[in-house]
DNA sequence: GGCTTTTATGTTGCAATGCAACATATAGGG
DNA sequence: CCCTATATGTTGCATTGCAACATAAAAGCC
């Protein structure tokens, strides 16, 4: 299985420091993959940039991108919860919703917008960095790719209109190569 | 309906006060233009392809359509049910879900994910192109573009990682060009 | 026209999503 | 130690979305 073509080394020149991640990141997390080790990363990525923003890193915000983590699939904000419900008291939904904006906030965690589900961020791209999500409608799996043609595609059609894009969603559904094989 | 490429539709009037202005350029929309005349022409193109396809243009779909079109906007699926209910009996959710998901299939209505909102077509465009919405954050009133460079960097991305996309999702937020200027 | 089949609507009820408002706790700074 | 800013807990509810079943309306057939 090997890696699965890597878009990712490109993504957004890597921010103001060293801080770099496992840059070479599969776009889909492969079947074998050494989760507990590609976890341990992100919490660790998450940690470092907290610290750096002087953000707290609470208890709670760690477990609910654990959560996210646990499963290289966007969950929904109830689906955390019953998540979380499995290692202290039932969070209420508020408590799950305020950590997820922190974490998005923070360019951790994304928002798939066609699932109303959240997704643990993969890589150690630029916050401003526009994204295009792949979502496996087989599996549920997601992934990440940098979107910068989409962005040049998208200024084209601004610099026409006059339109000034802020935010971008791109989401596109799909099979996945693994599920492809598998059928 | 005329041609493809007629991205002059959108308007921008909408009710909220801030977004009144000319267009200099014709892509987002022209806040003069025959409203009256652009809502004709959509229900009559509504009507030709259900013809065409023998699909049943009832009563309600036609009204639901005619609420997408009155706004130019995106509607909630109850701002939906606001609008019916000022000329007839207010429907249930259900009634205006399906509605909705009839319109969606025959590719009159596209359903704006970010929002939770739906957007009466404003093009004739075939049904499996790729479209872009362009949603303004000021004004609420959305662009819609044809796609094909985006989609085209699109698949070849996903295709590098072996993903066979089916369906996408592409929507820019930020400000329209009246907005800008009126701020 | 009657009869059947298909399709569309209406009714009831509820699950999932999301957050507001306020109360309380907790970490740091002075 | 107090004060302030931030984080979390509690209560309650609005919004979104649809399932399941009942009824009506249209289309096809003899």
């Given at each position: 299985?090997?890696?699965?073509?890597?878009?990712?080394?490109?993504?957004?020149?890597?921010?103001?420091?060293?801080?770099?991640?496992?840059?070479?990141?599969?776009t889909?997390?492969?079947?074998?993959?050494?989760?507990?080790?590609c976890?341990?990363?992100?919490?660790?990525?998450?940690?470092?940039?907290?610290?750096?923003?002087a953000?707290?890193f609470?208890?709670?915000r760690?477990?609910?991108?654990?959560?996210?983590?646990?499963s290289?699939?966007?969950?929904?904000?109830?689906?955390?919860?019953?998540?979380?419900?499995?290692s202290?008291?039932?969070?209420?939904?508020?408590?799950?919703?305020?950590?997820?904006?922190?974490?998005?906030e923070?360019?951790?965690?994304?928002?798939?917008?066609?699932?109303?589900?959240f997704?643990?961020?993969?890589?150690?791209?630029?916050?401003?960095?526009?994204?295009?999500?792949?979502?496996?409608d087989?599996?549920?799996?997601?992934?990440?790719?940098?979107?910068?043609?989409?962005?040049?595609s998208?200024?084209?059609?601004?610099?026409?209109?006059?339109?000034?894009p802020?935010?971008?969603?791109?989401?596109?559904?799909?099979?996945c190569?693994?599920?492809?094989?598998?059928?």
């Amino acid at each position: 299985m090997g890696k699965i073509a890597e878009i990712t080394g490109e993504t957004g020149l890597n921010g103001l420091d060293g801080c770099q991640m496992t840059v070479t990141r599969p776009t889909f997390p492969a079947p074998g993959h050494d989760h507990d080790r590609c976890t341990a990363e992100a919490i660790s990525h998450a940690e470092t940039i907290c610290a750096r923003r002087a953000q707290k890193f609470t208890p709670i915000r760690r477990q609910v991108l654990q959560a996210l983590l646990s499963s290289h699939r966007p969950l929904g904000a109830y689906e955390v919860i019953e998540e979380l419900a499995k290692s202290m008291p039932r969070p209420a939904p508020i408590t799950v919703y305020r950590a997820l904006d922190f974490l998005m906030e923070n360019g951790l965690v994304h928002r798939i917008e066609s699932r109303n589900a959240f997704l643990a961020c993969a890589h150690d791209h630029d916050e401003s960095a526009m994204v295009a999500f792949l979502i496996c409608d087989r599996c549920g799996s997601v992934g990440e790719i940098p979107a910068a043609p989409v962005a040049q595609s998208v200024s084209d059609a601004a610099r026409t209109t006059g339109f000034a894009p802020k935010m971008s969603v791109v989401e596109i559904t799909g099979t996945c190569a693994h599920c492809q094989k598998a059928a």
